[in-house]
């Protein structure tokens, strides 16, 4: 079937036609092609027919439809930010030449689009990105490239931006986001670091986030304060549920807290662990 007449079909025909037009058309290569096809992964409304455009759009690969993706990373649609990922990682860190012009967008929306985009790629290049992004100067867009570093493998340089980003935060979205990393990372270098910031900090619900990486990265020497401010701000539960995740158990230390304090728990697990 002629060029034209596969685009007239893929918008202007049913969801099978459609479907079958984008599948043919990876047989066209031209910036007209790619560009239909970005189109209809960004207007269509049906998921098959934008899940098939960005198969093809892989297949055409090359210079055009990376740097397309990356601009239709701003679209509205979920689903066609979700397929532009997918063909930047397709194509690995060949699309991290082109994220430039976000990286350094004074939008901070587009660099929190490159951000996302350099996660799904991966690799050291993307990595080192990640970790200069921790240093922006809007918080929306640090605290999303430290919520990355979760995924990123264990590195010495990881552990420092986590351990300086500890130590330079102070608000509670910070606070969280960073400790929740740290959890999940198994940071236990940095368990003498965030001794230090629960110490210096005098919010409770801060300190409950700083108590929960602590718990949980196994700092024993802690357990009855994260009890007692946990009391504080009624979220005992959450910390017990730490500890048995650290512990497999509850220590008997704990046990012994929960009973001379008369504190009853509500959650069935908990009730049968103490």
């Keep these: 079937m002629p060029k034209e007449e596969l685009i ?17 058309l990876a047989e066209y290569k031209d910036e007209e092609t790619i560009s239909v096809l970005f189109r209809a992964i960004a207007e269509d409304k049906n998921r098959g027919v934008k899940e098939v455009c960005a198969e093809s759009l892989k297949r055409i690969g090359g210079e055009s439809v ?34 430039s012009p976000l990286l350094k967008s ?28 921790t240093k922006d100067p809007n918080p929306n ?28 935060t102070d ?13 999940s990372r198994k940071e236990t270098e940095l368990l003498p670091d965030l001794s230090d910031k629960v110490k210096d900090v005098t919010d409770p619900f801060i300190k409950h986030w700083l108590y929960k990486a602590i718990v949980v990265l196994n700092g024993t020497d802690y357990l009855i304060g994260a009890l007692e ?4 701000i009624e979220a005992l539960e959450d910390i017990l549920k ?21 504190i009853e728990v509500e959650d069935e697990m908990l009730k049968e662990s103490l």
């Design 8 to 24: 007239r079909e893929l918008f202007e025909g049913n969801p099978k036609e459609r479907k079958f037009a984008a599948e043919d």
């Design 66 to 99: 990376i740097k397309s993706a990356v601009e239709v990373l701003k679209a509205k649609d979920p689903l066609a930010r979700a397929l532009c990922l997918d063909i930047l990682a397709h194509f690995g860190e060949d699309s991290i030449a082109y994220l």
């Design 106 to 133: 004074a939008d901070y929306n587009d660099r929190k689009y490159a951000l996302d985009a350099l996660a799904v790629i991966g690799g050291r290049k993307a990595m080192d990105l990640i970790l200069a992004m």
């Design 141 to 168: 867009v640090r605290y999303t490239a430290a919520e990355y570093l979760s995924c990123l493998p264990k590195d010495p340089k990881v552990t420092q931006t986590l351990k300086k980003l500890l130590q330079e």
């Design 171 to 183: 608000d509670p979205y910070g606070i969280s986001t960073i400790c929740q990393v740290i959890r």
């Design 229 to 232: 401010n946990a009391l504080e």
């Design 242 to 262: 730490d500890i048995i995740l650290a512990n497999g158990e509850i220590p008997h230390d704990v046990k012994n807290f929960i009973r001379e304090n008369g």
